[in-house]
């Protein structure tokens, strides 16, 4: 059997013109798990009213950050790719969850070399129902429908994994060597709380309350927010950061329902008001740097910060291509390569 690699991110936009915007967006929020509720709801909500307004709001923010090359997020998951590739004798294919650069085109890719075994790779740290899910679900659909000799094994969520959390802790360290800081926060991406209870396969475990998350159980391999809470918790541990000097928040709410809290924005508010001058800032939901890092947070973050009085406020870059996170990538691969179940 040839095997070879698919890596998957969530994909951008075309271009950051509003139309090409819109389309993006259309793709997006018409996933059933990204926008859970029936289609008539979705519909209504997602081509009713978002489209209508989002697009143009979404392009002014990814005019700030495009690049000459394109999307940073392409450009780095891309830059990813080619890295990785330098150090495996696989093949490696890049694919986006949405857009263009799309799943059954990069299986055909690796088709095309004569892979018939593939290992697949979500970039996403922490399994969620909007992110790993709904990649691992439309896979197997393109795979019934268009590739039925494929076998595909998938990577799950790592982000307790020892070597990746050192990978990560080593990164903060790095970026943080010169720099004077008060308070670390971790900004994981939100979801709607309703998306951990419908992830829990335990039926009842996530409460989302102060202690859920905490207690052991069988829930965790699927809950979100147990899994970002044991990022913060183990980079924290690696780095020997002091109680009550790193915490955990969540960006990027939508709509009105309930999301993960607390929320980023009112957490970098409170922090500034409570009097902090010098914050840093990570976001590890996110392998590549892409518009809710670059522009919400290093941009839109840092005016919250001084508008409140806070004078120093360090983005911390998501691994990119950090070369132990190359490494470590590689190294899985090449491990899945000779023993599937080891990894
Ligand atoms: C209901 C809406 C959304 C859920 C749930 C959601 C989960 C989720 N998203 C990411 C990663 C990324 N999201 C990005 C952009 C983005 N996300 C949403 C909505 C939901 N995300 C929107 C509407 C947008 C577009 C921008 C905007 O209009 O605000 C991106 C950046 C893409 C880019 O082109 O740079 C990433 C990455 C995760 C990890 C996640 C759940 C865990
Ligand atoms: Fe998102
Ligand atoms: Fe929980």
Same mark, same amino acid.
């Given at each position: 059997?040839?095997?070879?690699?698919?890596?998957? %991110?969530?994909?951008?936009?075309e271009?950051?013109?509003?139309?090409?915007?819109?389309?993006? @967006?259309?793709?997006?929020?018409?996933?059933?798990?990204?926008i859970?509720?029936?289609?008539?709801?979705?519909?209504?909500?997602?081509?009713?009213?978002?489209?209508?307004?989002?697009?143009?709001?979404?392009? $002014?923010?990814? $005019?700030?950050?495009?690049?000459?090359?394109?999307?940073?997020?392409?450009?780095?998951?891309?830059?990813?790719?080619?890295?990785?590739? %330098? *150090?495996?004798?696989?093949?490696?294919?890049?694919?986006?969850?949405?857009?263009?650069?799309?799943?059954?085109?990069?299986?055909?890719e690796?088709?095309?070399?004569?892979?018939?075994?593939?290992?697949?790779?979500p970039?996403?740290?922490?399994?969620?129902?909007?992110?790993?899910?709904?990649?691992?679900?439309?896979?197997?659909?393109?795979?019934?429908?268009?590739?039925?000799?494929?076998?595909?094994? =998938?990577?799950?969520?790592?982000? %307790?994994?020892?070597?990746?959390?050192?990978? @990560?802790?080593?990164?903060?360290?790095? *970026?943080l060597?010169?720099?004077?800081?008060?308070?670390?926060? +971790?900004?994981? *991406? /939100?979801?709607?709380?309703?998306?951990?209870? $419908? =992830?829990?396969?335990?039926?009842?475990?996530?409460?989302?309350?102060? =202690?859920?998350?905490?207690?052991?159980?069988?829930?965790?391999?699927?809950?979100?927010?147990?899994?970002?809470?044991?990022?913060?918790?183990?980079? /924290?541990?690696?780095?020997?950061?002091?109680?009550?000097?790193?915490?955990?928040?969540?960006?990027?709410?939508? /709509? +009105?329902?309930?999301?993960l809290?607390?929320?980023?924005?009112?957490?970098?508010?409170?922090?500034?008001?409570?009097?902090?001058?010098?914050?840093?800032?990570?976001?590890?939901?996110?392998? =590549?740097?892409?518009?809710?890092?670059?522009?919400?947070?290093?941009?839109?973050?840092e005016?919250?910060? *001084?508008?409140?009085?806070?004078?120093?406020?360090?983005t911390?870059?998501?691994?990119?291509?950090?070369?132990?996170?190359?490494?470590?990538?590689?190294?899985?691969?090449?491990?899945?390569?000779?023993?599937?179940?080891?990894?």
């Amino acid at each position: 059997m040839k095997k070879g690699v698919l890596l998957v %991110n969530l994909g951008s936009p075309e271009s950051p013109e509003p139309k090409d915007v819109k389309k993006y @967006l259309g793709e997006f929020l018409m996933d059933e798990r990204v926008i859970d509720v029936p289609l008539w709801a979705r519909t209504l909500l997602v081509k009713g009213i978002i489209l209508n307004t989002r697009p143009k709001q979404s392009a $002014k923010a990814y $005019k700030k950050i495009w690049w000459e090359e394109g999307s940073p997020l392409i450009v780095l998951s891309e830059q990813l790719q080619d890295q990785v590739q %330098n *150090h495996t004798e696989l093949p490696i294919a890049l694919a986006m969850r949405y857009g263009s650069m799309t799943i059954k085109k990069g299986l055909q890719e690796l088709v095309d070399k004569g892979v018939d075994e593939v290992f697949l790779i979500p970039l996403y740290p922490q399994f969620a129902m909007a992110t790993t899910e709904t990649i691992l679900v439309l896979a197997e659909e393109v795979r019934q429908a268009d590739f039925p000799n494929l076998k595909i094994d =998938s990577l799950p969520a790592f982000y %307790n994994k020892p070597d990746y959390i050192k990978v @990560l802790a080593e990164s903060v360290k790095g *970026h943080l060597q010169d720099k004077d800081y008060e308070h670390l926060l +971790f900004s994981y *991406h /939100g979801v709607p709380e309703r998306h951990i209870r $419908k =992830s829990d396969i335990t039926n009842g475990h996530c409460k989302i309350d102060g =202690s859920c998350c905490e207690t052991a159980s069988k829930a965790h391999e699927f809950c979100y927010r147990h899994q970002c809470k044991e990022v913060t918790r183990l980079v /924290g541990e690696y780095l020997g950061l002091e109680e009550n000097t790193f915490s955990t928040s969540f960006q990027s709410r939508l /709509g +009105f329902d309930p999301w993960l809290q607390p929320y980023t924005d009112r957490t970098i508010e409170r922090l500034g008001k409570k009097g902090i001058k010098k914050m840093a800032i990570v976001t590890p939901a996110f392998v =590549s740097d892409c518009l809710e890092t670059l522009e919400e947070i290093a941009m839109e973050g840092e005016e919250i910060f *001084h508008e409140v009085g806070g004078k120093e406020f360090t983005t911390i870059p998501c691994l990119n291509t950090d070369s132990n996170w190359v490494k470590l990538l590689a190294e899985w691969i090449n491990k899945w390569a000779e023993t599937p179940a080891k990894v």
